[in-house]
C-alpha cells in the first residue's frame, strides 16, 4: 500500500496464475507498446515486457519503482517513470495501448484521462465492478459521454480474493476500444448539449412532443429506462434532424 497518499493506495495482484488468467483475455501483439498505469511490485510489468515491444510503466511510489526496476533487471524492453499518473503526459504521434490496475476512487479521472487526452488505440483496465457497469449505464452522463470516443465492454470478473489487501468488492477487466470514426470538434459540442439535457430528462428542450414521438419511433424505442447506445445514437441523429 502507497503510504504517500491514500488516495494512491493499491491492492496488488500477485499471483502468476490469476495474473496468468487476466492477461489471456488481453489481445498482445510482439510489436505492441504498452503504457502501464502503476506498476505495483512489477508483476503485470514483467509478463507484459515478455510479451510486448516495449513497456513503460508509470508508478507515483518511488520505493515501488525500485522494486519494478529490480524484477525487470533482465529485461531491456521497458522503462518505469516515478510519476502521478494525472500529471503524466501521453504520446499524440504514435500507436500504443494501455493496461492498467486502477485505484477505485480515482477511477473516473484516469478513464477521463485515457479517452480526452491520449490516442491510446486500446485500454485494458482493472476496476471497480459497480464503477465497470456504470460506464455501461446509458441513463448516465459519463457512460454516454465516453461511448463517443470508445467502444466500452466488460472483458472479465475478477474476484477479489486475487488481491492483497482483499478489497471489500469484485471488479472486472474492462476494455475501451478507439472507435475508428468519431465526430468533429463541432457534433461533439452538440452530442454534449444533448446528453446532458436528455440524462436530466428536460426532453421538451430537445424535441417538441411531436418530434420525441417521431425519435422515440424511428429508434424503436418501447422504455426509456432500458436503451441501446445505438437506440441513444438513433435520437441524436433525429435531434440533429430536427434541429436543422
Known sequence: MN?????DSQNFITSKNNIEKIIK???LKKDDQIFEIGAGKGHFTYELASRCNYVTAIEIDNKLCEI????????????????DIMKFKFPCNRSYKVFGNIPYNISTS????????S????????VEYGFA????????????????????????????HYFHPK????????????????????????YKYFVMKWVNKEYQKLFTKN???????????????????????????SYKLFRC
Open 3 to 7: 503510504k504517500i497518499n491514500i488516495k
Open 25 to 27: 483475455y488481453i489481445n
Open 68 to 83: 519494478t526496476d529490480s524484477k525487470l533487471s533482465k529485461h531491456l524492453n521497458y522503462e518505469i517513470i516515478n510519476k
Open 110 to 117: 484516469i478513464v477521463r484521462k485515457i479517452v480526452y487526452k
Open 119 to 126: 490516442v491510446a488505440t486500446a485500454s485494458y483496465l482493472i
Open 133 to 160: 457497469k456504470r460506464l455501461l449505464d446509458t441513463k448516465r452522463s459519463l457512460a454516454l459521454l465516453l461511448m463517443a470516443e470508445v467502444d466500452i465492454s466488460i472483458l472479465a470478473k475478477v474476484p477479489r
Open 167 to 190: 478489497p471489500k468488492v469484485d471488479s472486472s477487466l474492462i476494455l475501451l476500444k478507439r472507435k475508428a470514426i468519431r465526430m468533429s470538434c463541432k457534433e461533439k459540442e452538440i
Open 211 to 237: 418530434q420525441f414521438k417521431k425519435a422515440m419511433k424511428y429508434a424503436q424505442i418501447s422504455d426509456l429506462n432500458n436503451i441501446t447506445y445505438e437506440q441513444f445514437l438513433s435520437l441524436f441523429r
